[in-house]
């Protein structure tokens, strides 16, 4: 990293006991093309497995936050308020950048002024610790694609579940112009913030932009209760936020879909295909009580029902397992 009146990138990562994965995250950080005109803001929520003292290698800014301040569209907000760089990268403790121009990519597009914003795309690499139907197999170049409404009226006159389709945002992989993003905060919400803000971003009438290009590995191995929340909170999302219910696509169909592609994975044994039919067919049965139960409560109870629900089912949002095997 460079002296402060040099830096151009702010990368702000909230952290709490990353231990297993910081080290790739930053290692592919610091490689990065841009890593003399960068920082990295790492914002702790109360880590207690030896993360502090791992960060003491690496040239990052700490800022210490309560567990009980943290909220992910605050939190990140902060990290805005902290940035020094004209555009500020969002990332987590468990991704890494897949190249070393990650950063390089998503900045060409704010030659464009009216772009507020760049997501990547997250990938997981081929490695059988990981769940093998996720495994990334691009079939066509990425191209870059962008949304813009400049006639904002027009994307408020769409129903949600069409707003929904131009604001697959993540923060695990994107870009902000600072300026932009002061005005236009995160929400304060516990998970979710991203998606509204791309929403937020369209309604305001500005640009925001998809780079598959630019993209970071992250994985998270799911048992039945963390998929059972995830799931949960995915349709309580679209429900409070877009206002419709989306259910997964037919288990029968789905595990048949499941069998019939890993048995044709050439590069796993029998074991290890039965291994990831066993995983996936708990993932199929998670999200489909999830969604029986949330469309239950969303059909007698009302949005009351949904949001006890919620809360008595979910809570906090569950956080992914840490693999340490990068």
Known sequence: MNTDNAIEFSVVIPVKNGIDTLVSCLDALFKQTVKDRMEVIIIDSGSTDGTLELLKNYPVKIHHLPPKEFNHGETRNL????????????TVQDATAADDRWIETMRSHFDDPEVAGVCGQQIVNHD????????????????????Q???????????????HKYCNWDDVNAMYRKSLKEKLPFRKLMFSEDTLWAKDALEAGYKIVYDYR??????????YTFYFKRSYIILYQNYKFYNYIKYPKNPFVKVAEIK??????KELSLSEKLHWMWYNFQLVRAAWTAALIFGF??????????EASQKKLVGYPPQGVQLKKQ
């Open 214 to 223: 630019a993209r970071v590995y992250h994985y998270h191995h799911q048992d």
């Open 260 to 265: 019939i592609r890993l048995l044709k994975m």
């Open 128 to 147: 059988k610790s990981k769940n093998p139907l996720q495994w990334f197999r691009p079939i066509n170049q990425a191209v870059p694609f962008s949304y």
């Open 79 to 90: 990290g805005v308020q902290l940035a020094q760089g004209e555009y500020v990268v969002m």
């Open 149 to 163: 409404f400049k006639d904002t009226d027009e994307f408020k006159k769409l129903t949600g579940r069409e707003q």
């Open 297 to 306: 409560n969303a059909r007698f109870k009302g949005m009351d029902g949904v």
